[in-house]
């Protein structure tokens, strides 16, 4: 089982719909049903991620064995500050280890665009979410927004980046 990840255009199709799914799953979780394409549509465009692109931010696509199987989205908030958003697998690739992997993947990209904090939120019914990042180092802080969906506020100091060793 091999994973790979790589920084794509945010309105690359394959992002595009892995958005949709992402943002479909969330969604209809909290309303408890299954939202309408409507819904959907509205949603991703008042929650988009257009600034997901260098230098404000980045977005990766997870693969494995080659198949399309996550995303994870950056935000820079400040020089030294980026944000962690739309961290999805398809239902079919957890419980493989790809969410700490894509979460590492993320961490090295946050490194790249200048962070040496990464942060995040979610909602208190995520608790798959909230037992990841706990798992992974990140320890929980004051809110730091007012997003009417975000419950819980994690952060995580990001170690300099190893240079490559010739």
Not at 121 to 147: H, I, K
Request: include cysteine; glycine fraction near 6%.
């Amino acid at each position: 089982m091999t994973w790979s990840f790589e920084v794509t255009p945010v309105d690359h199709p394959d992002a595009a719909q892995l958005l949709r799914e992402y943002l479909d799953e969330i969604a209809s979780r909290y309303y408890e049903r299954q939202v309408t394409e409507e819904e959907l549509d509205a949603a991703l465009e008042e929650h988009h991620s257009r600034d997901m692109v260098p230098p404000t931010g980045a977005f990766l696509l997870a693969r494995r064995d080659g198949v399309l199987a996550g995303c994870a989205g950056l935000r820079v908030v400040a020089p030294d500050t980026t944000e962690l958003k739309r961290v999805f697998l398809r239902k079919s690739e957890r419980g493989k280890g790809g969410a700490a992997l894509l979460v590492a993947a993320a961490e090295e990209v946050a490194r790249g665009l200048g962070a040496t904090t990464i942060r995040l939120d979610t909602r208190s019914d995520l608790v798959e979410a909230r037992a990841l990042y706990a798992r992974l180092g990140y320890e929980e802080v004051e809110p730091f927004n007012d997003d009417p969906f975000a419950h819980y506020y994690f952060a995580k100091p990001l170690a300099p980046a190893v240079p490559d060793r010739v």
